[in-house]
T-cell receptor
Framework: DADVTQTPRNRITKTGKRIMLECSQT?????MYWYRQDPGLGLRLIYY???????NKGEISDGYSVSRQAQAKFSLSLESAIPNQTALYFC?????????????FGPGTRLTVT | SQQGEEDPQALSIQEGENATMNCSYK?????LQWYRQNSGRGLVHLIL?????REKHSGRLRVTLDTSKKSSSLLITASRAADTASYFC???????????FGGGTRLMVKP
């Protein structure tokens, strides 16, 4: 079984709808991240959480919110989806350590907002 | 904004040739990491090099880091068709635990 799972894998929604993307991990990591990737571009950080009670905004948090329900679960919500939020969304986890450690990524959710 | 910028943006080579990708960054770092992404899939960690290291090897991968020039290179030797993917560098900040990704290099290895 995959260590980091994301649901749904694909989603088409309409402008103005609320949508939630879910992420679960079995790696026992405290740290979790949400990124978005636009075609031909790298990843940009939306939100991150270093433990259940810690939530931080990333580079592009406007229009998004998150919930850390448990150590293993980190959800991303689009309160009112808009077409320019069409992208590939990735969840990632990492352990604790000195400096940045490697991150483990889920398979991604392809979101289309029409 | 992206901390790392990869060069070239796209690279096409024949199987068996070596592939070299470069990454430049702007601010001081704790480490630099390289990731691979197969089309539309999640990123997979390849190798991490710390700021006090100059070169690191892992199988057919060789990574160099020049902190004076704020640059890194990833060399894949004896490339295979299965190496076809996008490769991203990511820099780790000194405060710890945040990565900033570059735009990636799309590598195509022709059989």
């Amino acid at each position: 079984d995959a260590d980091v799972t994301q649901t749904p894998r694909n989603r088409i929604t309409k402008t103005g709808k609320r949508i939630m993307l879910e992420c679960s991990q079995t790696k026992g990591h405290d740290r979790m991240y949400w990124y978005r990737q636009d075609p031909g571009l790298g990843l940009r950080l939306i939100y991150y959480s270093f433990d259940v009670k810690d939530i931080n905004k990333g580079e592009i948090s406007d229009g998004y919110s998150v919930s850390r329900q448990a150590q293993a679960k980190f959800s991303l919500s689009l309160e009112s989806a808009i077409p320019n939020q069409t992208a590939l969304y990735f969840c990632a986890t990492s352990g604790t350590g000195t400096g940045s450690v490697e991150q483990y990524f889920g398979p991604g959710t392809r979101l289309t907002v029409t | 904004s992206q901390q790392g910028e990869e060069d070239p943006q796209a690279l096409s080579i024949q199987e068996g040739e070596n592939a070299t990708m470069n990454c430049s960054y702007k601010t001081s770092i704790n480490n630099l990491q390289w990731y691979r992404q197969n089309s539309g899939r999640g990123l997979v960690h390849l190798i991490l090099i710390r700021s006090n290291e100059r070169e690191k090897h892992s199988g057919r991968l060789r990574v160099t880091l020049d902190t004076s020039k704020k640059s890194s290179s990833l060399l894949i030797t004896a490339s295979r068709a299965a190496d076809t993917a996008s490769y991203f560098c990511a820099t780790g900040d000194n405060a710890g635990n945040m990565l900033t990704f570059g735009g990636g290099t799309r590598l195509m290895v022709k059989p």
